[in-house]
């Protein structure tokens, strides 16, 4: 992984130290953050990023024993053009805050939507100094998703440019006239889809916990709130003790799976706090079924794993976001049709002249 | 003094009455084809109709800029 990181990765930007405990001309330390692959070939909503965070002293080695707090904000919501995710847009993608043992943390995660992330971090080192800084990372759009809706303009612009030139040449509406009234039927549905199925759906705020024990182990994971929504974080925490409730040490490794293709959209491995927990808080930005599991390990070999199910709420965008990419889609119609009425005049001339000849 | 007047003829009354139907007819047509199109947009890509939301589920999230949640 390291080799990994080290040929792959991108420096997107180094957080120069603000130390706040002293006044010095040179920053004392500065936040890298790099991922793999680099910013260029992710693909939002499809790669799963290996993004790594690094405290470095002025020399460029990691500082250890730093304690980060990391807050990732999603791109800001555009003006005009949605993405597909527009509950998602100007919302928190995850927060954590964790020491980092030997000056660096890593993570994945499947960024969902283009745009730029903003990493807010703010770091404490061993020494007191408390440095912030905000790296950004730019992800374009998936070049398919450009192709694709090119085409479908492409198309629009066509249907436009064919039916303006029958209006003005024979003017015949009654296909035209069948699909809207489909289209009428095919929207008077008001249900909605792709959420957790069936009636129950759960909304309550109640936090999920389940227990586990194991080797002297006992495990104790919690989501909450229990019915995790896009745009919206679901806090995670892990407690490991023995059987007499004392904390334990090691590491926690976390996992959140999406059901319906099988695959993760976050990896976490933390160490545990000195009272045994881990608590990391992230957003689940598609509404569907998702698994958390977590595989505990102690410092003295022991492991424990369980799995939490996390069905997640998903939302109908707002009717202004609607709206306004029907009136985009609408744009392409408009011109064609404008275009292929002016297309049609000639033709529709001769046709009258001809007309007129033959009676 | 005698005053003149002309009444249209049928010919021109009819050709009058041809013109306006037929200016009626495009702006229908093209409202129509508007509305139409509007619909069936709305219909594939921001209906909550289950049956249609979740059969063009993948293809809008393969849009560059049709949302879908």
Redesign the interface.
């Known amino acids: 992984m390291r080799r990994m990181l080290t040929a792959c990765a991108v420096l997107i930007l180094l957080g120069m130290a603000t130390a706040r405990s002293q006044a010095q001309a040179e920053p004392a330390a500065r936040v890298v953050i790099e991922t793999a692959p680099a910013a260029g070939a992710i693909v939002p909503d499809e790669t799963l990023v290996t993004t790594r965070l690094r405290v470095l002293d002025a020399a460029g080695i990691p500082i250890p024993g730093a304690r980060v707090a990391l807050h990732v904000d999603t791109p800001p919501r555009a003006k005009v053009i949605t993405t597909d995710f527009p509950f998602v847009e100007d919302t928190t993608l995850l927060e954590l805050e964790t020491v980092l043992p030997e000056g660096e943390l890593s993570f994945q995660a499947v960024y969902p939507i283009r745009g730029t992330y903003t990493f807010r971090t703010r770091v404490v080192l061993p020494d007191g100094q408390t440095l912030e800084a905000s790296p950004v990372l730019s992800l374009r759009e998936n070049p398919d998703e450009v192709r694709n809706i090119l085409v479908l303009l492409g198309l629009l612009f066509a249907f436009g440019l064919f039916s303006g030139f029958v209006i003005r040449l024979t003017g015949r509406p009654g296909a035209a006239a069948a699909a809207a009234i489909v289209a009428l039927v095919l929207t008077g549905g008001t249900g909605w889809a792709h959420g957790p199925s069936g009636e129950g759906a759960p909304s309550q705020n109640e936090p999920v916990t389940v227990v586990r024990e194991a080797d002297g182990v006992r495990v104790t994971a919690t989501a909450s709130p229990d019915s995790a929504a896009v745009g919206r974080l679901t806090t995670v925490t892990v407690r490991a003790t023995t059987a007499a409730g004392r904390p334990v040490a090691g590491n926690v490794s976390l996992d959140a799976i999406h059901l319906e293709d099988n695959v993760p959209i976050y990896s976490f491995d933390l160490p545990l706090e000195a009272n045994g927990t881990a608590r990391v808080a992230l957003q689940l930005f598609d509404g569907t079924e998702h698994e958390l599991r977590f595989a505990l390990r102690t410092d003295d070999g022991r492991a424990v794993n369980l799995e939490v199910p996390l069905p997640v709420e998903g939302f109908a965008p707002p009717l202004s976001v609607k709206l306004r990419s029907l009136a985009l889609l609408m744009v392409p119609v408009v011109v064609g049709l404008a275009v292929g009425f002016r297309a049609g005049r000639p033709f529709a001339a001769r046709r009258r002249l001809s007309a007129v000849s033959v009676g | 003094m005698s005053r003149v007047t002309t009444t249209p003829n049928a010919v021109s009354r009819h050709a009058a009455g041809t013109l306006a139907w ?1 200016q009626a ?2 702006t ?3 409202a ?12 594939l ?10 059969t063009f ?1 993948e293809l ?10």
Do not use: E, M
Request: charged share 5%; with cysteine.
């Open positions: 037929a007819s495009v229908f047509q093209v129509l084809v508007l509305v139409t199109a509007a619909l069936v947009l709305w219909a890509f921001f209906s909550n109709y289950p049956l249609v939301h979740d589920h809008r999230h393969s849009l560059y800029f049709v949302p879908c949640h």
